[in-house]
């Protein structure tokens, strides 16, 4: 009878500017998918997406991109999941960059890349395919 | 390391694991609540109760900085409605509490809350003794409601604290009594706003109302104005808080026995019409039927809900 686990996002948007209109429309989307969004607004440092994301216990962290600071903010975001031993978090991207930054952000392990204008139904397509509850594996213990 | 020793040394993913296992009905969660159990009845768990945007989230943000200044630690359970169309949820009250993120004495755990199917109680409770047993001094419960939450939400906290905003006289007069009862405090937010002081005055009028009628209880509720975004009176509200505390714990008095007993009353019921839910619906299932088919039965004139219950229920 159990519902089943059910999908938990954070929607984040690190950075110093405050437009966070791209990353709203994205959790609205996402609860009307049925999946419960965490949504911490603007000015998020690497180190608050991640804690939020470990305390939240989310499968899957959607980053905003917007200014720039994703060159740094994204290795660093993988960086501190592993550290914490939560690499199993999955993240991806979206927003307004350079094409050109894509192989960058792949290869420091962000699992997908939004590009500029991608549909939002594409997206959640995508995380209904790619993403499952994680806490499906055996659960945590010693 | 035991599950159970993770809990208790404050592991956040173990914690955060525990908290999503229970929100979502996992079975195992159950042994895990029972064997934490000896480890849970120190924190002190205070609800935050109001209509939405009246500034909970703000107050519970300034609550737990002053908490941290004492250096007690602190959990917060935030909680958010589920979209009733879709089952999704955008949970943001964390947007107002960003200061404490990289805090480790504070955990915040954003919850929906999601179908209550079938009148299982929701698990709001099982994680307040999560946090409660990882050592939290304090757990702070936020929740929107009006009506039948808020009540519930009084019945599992020590101290509960009802957020109003000027202008709500009228809102306030339309308010059954019964929910003006429930608060032991009641703060008038967003006092920065015009008519704040007549907010005030009728909550004294109405408050007295309940004074009277509870009688024998000598805690009188007291009314606080906040401006919760520029920590206005912030030092006030949260002495208060402490002096209820004091209050229920007042050498001689039973009052902090009562109110852990009203909690473990809920619980215990909330526990028990789960479990005798889960073994219903194994039953059924056992059978090879279901809900849905005893619904069809039903309608169809073939039985009656009332026949149709108890024949599960019996051997
Ligand atoms: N003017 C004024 N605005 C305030 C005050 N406290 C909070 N707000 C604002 O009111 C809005 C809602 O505040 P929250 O703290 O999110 O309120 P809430 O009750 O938690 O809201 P929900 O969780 O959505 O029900 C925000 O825009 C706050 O900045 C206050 O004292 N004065
Ligand atoms: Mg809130």
């Known amino acids: 009878m159990a519902n089943g686990r059910k999908i938990r996002i954070l929607v984040a948007k690190p950075g110093l500017d405050g437009h966070d209109r791209g990353a709203r429309v994205v959790a609205r989307a996402f609860r009307d998918a049925g999946f419960e969004v965490i949504y911490t607004g603007c000015h998020q440092t690497p180190e608050q997406i991640v804690s939020t994301a470990l305390q939240e216990d989310v499968d899957l962290i959607g980053l905003s991109i917007l200014s720039g600071a994703h060159r740094y903010s994204f290795p660093r975001i993988m960086e501190l999941l592993r550290e914490n031993n939560a690499a199993d978090i999955a993240v991806v991207g979206g927003g307004i960059f350079p094409l050109e930054d894509i192989p960058m952000l792949k290869e420091c392990g962000i699992k997908e890349i939004f590009e500029p204008g991608a549909k939002l139904g594409d997206i959640i397509e995508w995380v209904g395919k790619n ?5 499906d594996a055996a659960p945590l213990s010693s | 390391m035991d599950i159970i020793q993770q809990i208790v040394a404050g592991d956040v993913r173990t914690i955060a694991r525990v908290l999503r296992d229970i929100d979502d009905e996992l079975p195992s969660s159950r042994e895990v609540l029972q064997r934490l159990y000896p480890h849970t009845g120190k924190a002190h768990v205070i609800g935050f109760t109001g209509s939405p945007g009246v500034g909970k989230s703000s107050l519970v943000d300034q609550v737990a900085t002053h ?13 958010d409605p589920t979209s009733p169309f879709t089952g999704g949820a955008i949970l943001g009250d964390r947007i107002r509490m960003q200061r404490h993120f990289l805090d480790p004495g504070v955990f915040i755990r954003s919850l929906a809350t999601r179908g209550q199917f079938g009148g299982l109680t929701r698990s709001t409770n099982d994680m307040v003794n999560v ?15 009006v009506g039948q939450d808020e009540v519930e939400v009084a019945n599992s906290a020590h101290t ?3 957020v109003m905003i000027p202008g709500m006289g009228d809102d306030i007069q339309a308010i059954k009594a019964g929910i003006m009862e429930i608060g ?8 920065d706003r015009e008519g704040s002081r007549k907010t005030v005055r009728e909550l004294m009028n109405l408050i007295e109302i309940g004074v009277r009628r509870r009688n024998g209880e000598e805690w009188e509720p007291r009314i606080i104005e906040t401006e919760a975004v520029k920590g206005r009176g912030i030092d006030k509200l949260y002495e208060t808080i402490e002096q209820h505390k004091a209050y229920l714990l007042a050498t001689g008095s039973q009052r902090w026995r009562e109110a852990v007993e009203k909690r473990t009353r809920l619980q215990l019921l909330g526990v028990l019409k789960d479990l005798a839910f889960r073994a219903a619906l194994e039953r059924i299932e056992a059978r090879g039927d279901s809900i ?7 309608v ?3 039985s009656d809900p009332y026949s149709v219950a108890r024949q599960i229920l019996e051997k």
């Open chain 1, 131 to 135: 993403i499952s509850a994680h806490g």
């Open chain 2, 67 to 79: 908490y941290r200044k004492d250096s007690k630690t602190v959990g917060i359970l935030a909680v």
């Open chain 2, 131 to 145: 946090l409660d047993a990882a050592g939290k001094d304090v757990v702070l419960v936020e929740t929107v409601g």
């Open chain 2, 160 to 162: 509960t604290v009802l």
């Open chain 2, 184 to 191: 032991n405090i009641f703060v008038v937010n967003k006092a």
């Open chain 2, 292 to 298: 849905d088919e005893m619904v069809r039965r039903i």
């Open chain 2, 300 to 302: 169809d004139r073939q």
